[in-house]
């Protein structure tokens, strides 16, 4: 019985733990939403995509198929 208690608690633990990531993310995600037009979005990931590609890290494709 005991047992079960704390399964029960680490059940609980971990739903609570996945919706705080989930509020984070969520709320970096209205961030970006509402400090940039879209052009300005577009214009800043296409700068990450660029340094990314010549860092060397690993290869970095755009081809969507």
Same mark, same amino acid.
């Given at each position: 019985? =005991?047992? @079960?208690? @704390?399964?029960?608690? *680490?059940?609980?633990? /971990?739903? *609570?733990?996945? /919706? /705080?990531?989930?509020?984070? &993310? =969520? =709320?970096?995600?209205?961030? @970006?939403? *509402?400090?940039?037009?879209?052009?300005?979005?577009?214009? =800043?990931? &296409?700068e990450r995509l660029r340094s990314a590609t010549t860092s060397g890290d690993r290869?970095?494709?755009?081809?969507?198929?």
């Open positions: 019985m =005991r047992l @079960w208690k @704390w399964v029960g608690l *680490a059940g609980i633990l /971990g739903v *609570a733990g996945v /919706g /705080g990531a989930v509020v984070v &993310h =969520r =709320r970096r995600q209205r961030e @970006w939403d *509402a400090e940039l037009v879209p052009e300005e979005l577009r214009s =800043r990931l &296409h290869p970095v494709t755009t081809d969507r198929r």
